[in-house]
């Protein structure tokens, strides 16, 4: 029998109210099922919420170097526990093990990293315009977050909410996305193991959004994270404007790499490789868009076919398989789609644009890596976020063109260009509206210590990770402190 996974709730591994449990399995062998989890509702969802709210006085007390030492602690224990992490993600998730032990260790850095900020959390000091006056800023919790986390980073990201948020002080329900629970339920067992107290963290699993909308629904959540669609965060974005609740989104993007003619093509097409194949296409900052000048297009695109023809697909723990499956059947029917759609659109089809069928491969739901050449900017193809292993080369005539191009999306993520020209460099920098951008490297593999997220359609201004983080789960407090011993009146006792 499979094994059954529970929820976490106020320290304790408990059924879902309804006895109801939904099945994950391995996207690469799809009739593998590797664990049955709790169907929450809305019940156990109130469970979890009051856990954290009861929770909340008790860790907002504890002091938050004492925080932040349990979170090397937890550090500590994925370090210890990386490699059988990686082995369950490859298996629950699809993506080679070598990016599911990138995952886990985007989460120990991100722990390090955010752990230290426990012995710093600092606000200001300024001068009062008064005499006998002093003025500074605390930060303050927000209350309970509710994290909302997607399947393609399934450690990374939910660290990156819930770490710095417990380390600001406030308390967290998570709901990991349905295809990836066993992780979430791992990083539960390690906060257990860490000695994290009760209620601190709480995790229900749920299928469809039958735990996530009650979750940002609910009167007690005082802040929600969500990393995933447009379409899922444009509905959290109304409910929580209207119930005036914070929250932060990090959606789409379009991501694009400019390749100059003076660029190292060797170079770039890693870079393109890396970024349009690596995660099978499934990261937000993935490089679905190669924007290249024309007199080097046509070598290039000559060179990126040729390698995405070699790439090996398989099951993500063969240390030699370059590509894993999509995450489920719908995903490759929506990449598939998309294909046809270009085709239709006019552009030209390079290499792979189907499902990829070979021996190993049919149980699973494998795509074969797909270039697309002739694409031109108005394309769907070019617009919209496909999330899968398929490159669009559009070519332009030089550096303004290709800024112009990069820009003409309605989100604003990661992009990258390859020159050897430093000027140019620069000037991308400037002009690129991406939160991210990269010089002579690809689009993806963002480091922690930095703020991630986007512009525009991608996210709402927030940013997660890096001391952004501190920002968007704490408050602050200004504090003025009259010693003087008059009634001093602000801006009217000023001469
Ligand atoms: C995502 O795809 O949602 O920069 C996050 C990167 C990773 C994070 C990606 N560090 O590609």
Not at 455 to 481: C, D, Y
């Amino acid at each position: 029998m499979t094994k059954e996974y529970k929820n976490y709730i106020n320290g304790k591994w408990v059924a879902s109210s309804s006895g109801e449990i939904f099945e994950n399995t391995n996207p690469a062998n799809c009739n593998e099922v590797l664990g049955r989890f709790q169907k929450s509702n809305k019940k156990d969802v109130d469970k979890a919420v009051a856990a954290a709210h009861k929770a909340k006085k008790m860790w907002r007390d504890t002091p938050a170097p004492k925080r932040g030492e349990i979170m090397y602690k937890v550090a500590e224990l994925l370090v210890k526990n990386k490699e059988a992490l990686a082995q369950d993600m490859t298996k629950e998730m699809g993506k080679v093990i070598a990016e599911t032990r990138g995952d886990v260790q985007e989460a120990i850095d991100l722990t390090y990293f955010a752990a230290g900020e426990g012995r710093r959390l600092v606000g200001e000091t300024v001068p009062s315009e008064l005499k006998n006056k002093f003025a500074m800023s605390v930060r303050m919790p927000l209350g309970v977050v509710a994290c909302i986390t997607p399947w393609n980073f399934p450690i990374a990201i939910p660290s990156w909410k819930l770490i710095p948020a417990l380390i600001c002080g406030n308390t967290a329900v998570i709901k990991p996305a349905e295809d990836t629970p066993l992780t979430v339920v791992n990083f539960m067992n390690i906060f257990e193991k860490a000695g994290l107290p009760s209620g601190v963290v709480n995790m229900v699993t749920g299928y469809g959004p039958d735990a996530g909308a009650p979750l940002v629904e609910h009167e007690k959540v005082d802040m929600v994270s969500f990393t995933g669609s447009t379409q899922t965060g444009a509905g959290i974005a109304s409910t929580c404007a209207q119930r005036m609740k914070q929250y932060s989104l990090e959606m789409g993007g379009k991501n694009a790499i400019i390749i100059m003619d003076d660029a190292n093509l060797d170079l770039a097409l890693e870079g393109v490789m890396f970024g349009g194949f690596g995660t099978t296409g499934q990261r937000c900052t993935a490089c679905s868009r190669v924007v290249i000048h024309k007199k080097v297009a046509k070598k290039f695109t000559d060179m990126l076919v040729e390698r995405a023809k070699k790439l090996k697909l398989g099951n993500g723990l063969d240390e030699k398989v370059d590509m894993g499956p999509l995450i489920n059947d719908k995903a490759r029917e929506k990449v598939h789609r998309y294909v046809e759609i270009g085709k239709k659109e006019g552009a030209k089809l390079l290499t792979g644009g189907n499902y990829a069928n070979g021996k190993a491969l049919k149980n699973g739901w494998f795509y074969q890596p797909t270039v697309f050449a002739g694409v031109e900017t108005k394309m769907r193809i070019a617009q919209e976020e496909i999330f899968g292993p398929v490159v669009s080369v559009l070519a332009c005539n030089g550096f303004e063109e290709a800024v112009d191009i990069v820009n003409d999306s309605t989100y604003g993520l990661s992009s990258a260009i390859y020159t050897q020209d430093v000027n140019r460099a620069f000037k991308a920098i400037e002009m690129l509206e991406t939160g991210l951008t990269y010089v002579n490297a690809s689009t993806i593999g963002a480091e922690i210590q930095l703020p991630f997220g986007g512009t525009k359609g991608t996210g709402n201004g927030h940013r997660e990770v890096g001391i952004a983080a501190l920002e968007t789960f704490s408050e602050w407090k200004s504090v003025f402190i009259d010693y003087s011993g008059k009634m001093q009146k602000a801006q009217i006792d000023h001469d």
